[in-house]
């Protein structure tokens, strides 16, 4: 029994056993020093204040909790990832909202033009009080508060109601016309 004691009492002393415990040591503190150069580069991919960047390398020191402490709470996006998707959707938002196009030509025309200026075909009627062009459902301008003069072929009742002067139903009556109370520019 002495002699066992005495014998691993010896080999924790000897050479071997130092040797392999300043190994273990070593390649603990590489992991450990390994662990905080991964959690500063992440950071700086994924964190774009300096000061929060500081403060997760800051945490990564804490040997091996911080490093997972800090994958709990790290951005799970990458800021660039985010500014090019931003940048598609714009993309794709703009590629919906101008393609319109002449009904005789099929000339590509912007939503705002009121004729074709291929074919010179009548495309939006313009406001009466702030020229911005109207879509032809509007019964009002959306820019102005006028509210749109019916034209002769579309309000066929009012054009008889009136006793037949086609023009009258281009004046809206003055009942329903709103006090004008600002004229804002058409828009761009
Ligand atoms: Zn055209
Ligand atoms: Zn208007």
New binding site residues.
């Given amino acids: 029994m002495t002699g066992l004691v005495f014998s691993l009492h010896s080999w924790f002393h000897s050479n071997t056993w130092l040797v392999i415990r300043n190994l273990a040591l070593f390649v603990v503190a590489v992991f450990w020093i390994a662990t905080i150069a991964w959690v500063y580069k992440d950071a700086r991919r994924r964190i774009e204040d300096p000061w929060l960047v500081g403060m997760s390398v800051l945490l990564g020191v804490v040997p091996f909790v911080g490093p997972l402490i800090y994958m709990l709470f790290r951005p799970p996006e990458y800021p660039d990832d985010v500014r090019e998707r931003e940048l598609e959707i714009r993309a794709m938002e703009q590629r919906l909202r101008t393609k319109e196009h002449c009904p005789v030509c099929r000339a590509e025309v912007d939503t705002t033009y009121l004729v074709c200026p291929v074919c010179t075909t009548k495309l939006k009627q313009a406001?009466e009080?702030?020229k911005?062009p109207l879509e032809p459902l509007w019964q009002i301008?959306p820019?102005?508060e006028?509210p749109v003069a019916r034209q002769p072929a579309v309000d066929l009742d009012a054009t008889v109601g009136l006793g037949g002067d086609p023009w009258g139903a281009l004046e809206p009556t003055p009942a329903v016309r709103t006090p004008r109370k600002r004229r804002s520019p058409p828009p761009k």
């Fill in positions: 406001c009080s702030c911005a301008c820019y102005c006028t």
